[in-house]
T-cell receptor, first 114, second 111 residues
């Protein structure tokens, strides 16, 4: 099983609908992140969480909300989806322990808003 | 975090070394150079990172200039599966700092 699992892998939704993307991890990491990637561009940080009680906005949080239900679960919601939120979404985790602080990414969720 | 500059794209012949440059002339003393790659629409994958010394692991080598203003990622024997976008990212030491991605370099390995 993957260390960082994102569901669904692909989703098509209509404008105005509420949608939730889910992320779960078996790494035991405290820190979790949601990134968005538009075609031909790098990843942009939407929200991040350093522990269950900590939620922080990233570069592009407008139109999104998150929930950290447990150390292992971090969900991203689009309250009212719009077409320019069509993108590839990635969840990532990182560790607070000693040593390097690299990220582990999930396989992504491809979201299309029509 | 300081900014990095990478070429938009590069080509490399299969079996040859791929040398990917990254300019980070405004790097600060506590910033590490991290390299990630993203193979077509998959999640980015960590490759290597370094502060001031050259580093090597099973995937690649990282050469950092003495003044730390630039670095080069070396894939010693590129294969077709190394075709990907390679991101050079500066990040301060410590787990509270986040990765900020640029557009990276698209490396195409040709047969």
């Amino acid at each position: 099983d993957a260390d960082v699992t994102q569901t669904p892998r692909n989703r098509i939704t209509k404008t105005g609908k509420r949608i939730m993307l889910e992320c779960s991890q078996t790494k035991g990491h405290d820190r979790m992140y949601w990134y968005r990637q538009d075609p031909g561009l790098g990843l942009q940080l939407i929200y991040y969480s350093f522990d269950v009680k900590d939620i922080n906005k990233g570069e592009i949080s407008d139109g999104y909300s998150v929930s950290r239900q447990a150390q292992a679960k971090f969900s991203l919601s689009l309250e009212s989806a719009i077409p320019n939120q069509t993108a590839l979404y990635f969840c990532a985790t990182s560790d607070t322990g000693q040593g390097w602080y690299g990220y582990t990414f999930g396989s992504g969720t491809r979201l299309t808003v029509v | 975090d300081a900014k990095t500059t990478q070429p938009t794209s590069m080509d490399c012949a299969e079996g040859r070394a791929a040398n990917l440059p990254c300019n980070h002339s405004t790097i600060s003393g506590n910033e590490y150079a991290y390299w990630y790659r993203q193979i077509h629409s998959q999640g980015p994958q960590y490759i290597i990172h370094g502060l001031k010394n050259n580093e090597t692991n099973e995937m690649a080598s990282l050469i950092i200039t003495e003044d730390r203003k630039s670095s080069t990622l070396i894939l010693p024997h590129a294969t077709l599966r190394d075709t990907a976008v390679y991101y050079c990212i500066l990040k301060k030491g410590g787990s509270n700092y986040k990765l900020t991605f640029g557009k990276g370099t698209l490396l195409t390995v040709n047969p």
